[in-house]
């Protein structure tokens, strides 16, 4: 069974910057690269929407326009780890952030339903 865990929210002041990790764990590190990995993320109220992905090799990433220019989605394989780095903050980006898991896909899914396993999210808040 896969398990996602994310850390490194908090905190930050608007303008700010913040790096997300999500950890892989229960799956070896040749399967982990079979997985597209996508950062989601839920305000108060709202529904979970696509922040960005990055497919099995890093080549292809994909974002949001709200974040695009902002966030960038890295991974390193060996370490069955794939990152959020998040600058120029905004209030408008406060939430709980989810990664997930999509395994062997035909390209990179922005849509909660095509991806098979979900971290428990951790939280950012960026004040004004």
């Known amino acids: 069974q896969v398990q996602l865990v994310e850390s490194g929210g908090g905190l930050v002041q608007a303008g700010g910057s913040l790096r997300l990790s999500c950890a892989a764990s229960g799956i070896s590190g040749i399967t982990f690269s079979s997985y597209t990995m996508g950062w989601f993320r839920q305000a108060p109220g709202k529904e979970r929407v696509f922040v960005g992905a990055?497919?099995?090799?890093?080549?292809?990433?994909r974002y949001a326009d709200s974040v695009n220019g902002r966030f960038t989605i890295s991974r390193d394989n060996a370490k069955n780890t794939v990152y959020l780095q998040m600058n120029i903050l905004k209030p408008e980006d406060t939430a709980a952030y989810y990664c997930?898991?999509?395994?062997?896909?035909?390209?990179?899914?922005?849509?909660?339903?095509?991806?098979?396993?979900w971290g428990q999210g951790t939280q950012v808040t960026v004040s004004s």
């Open positions: 990055i497919d099995w090799s890093g080549g292809d990433t």
């Open positions: 997930a898991a999509d395994y062997l896909p035909w390209t990179i899914a922005t849509v909660t339903s095509n991806y098979d396993y």
